[in-house]
């Protein structure tokens, strides 16, 4: 159980980490949706502690989302 919660958060900040990559060159959609997956994994790997660890990523992640789906497409 602790092997799987130290791979996904490393996961998950690889992520994080690409997201915020990919976003400084020019690509915010995809690198919003990369930043919101890693922090939903991260409030994934912090289930089993205590509430707002959970919560805060987790509404965090899902506001990532909205906001990529809701930008203009760059052309």
């Known amino acids: ?5 130290s ?10 980490c690409l997201g915020v990559l990919i ?7 995809t690198g919003s949706l990369l930043i919101g997956g890693g ?9 089993n502690s205590r509430r707002i660890e959970f ?4 509404a965090i992640a899902v506001a990532l989302f909205v ?6 497409h760059g052309r």
Request: charged share 5%; hydrophobic share 50%.
């Open 1 to 5: 159980m602790q092997l799987i919660s």
């Open 23 to 29: 976003g400084s060159f020019g690509y915010v959609r």
């Open 7 to 16: 791979t996904l958060r490393i996961s998950s900040y690889s992520l994080i």
């Open 55 to 58: 919560y805060l990523p987790a």
């Open 39 to 47: 922090t939903l994994g991260h409030a994934i790997a912090a289930r």
């Open 67 to 72: 906001l990529a789906i809701a930008l203009p």
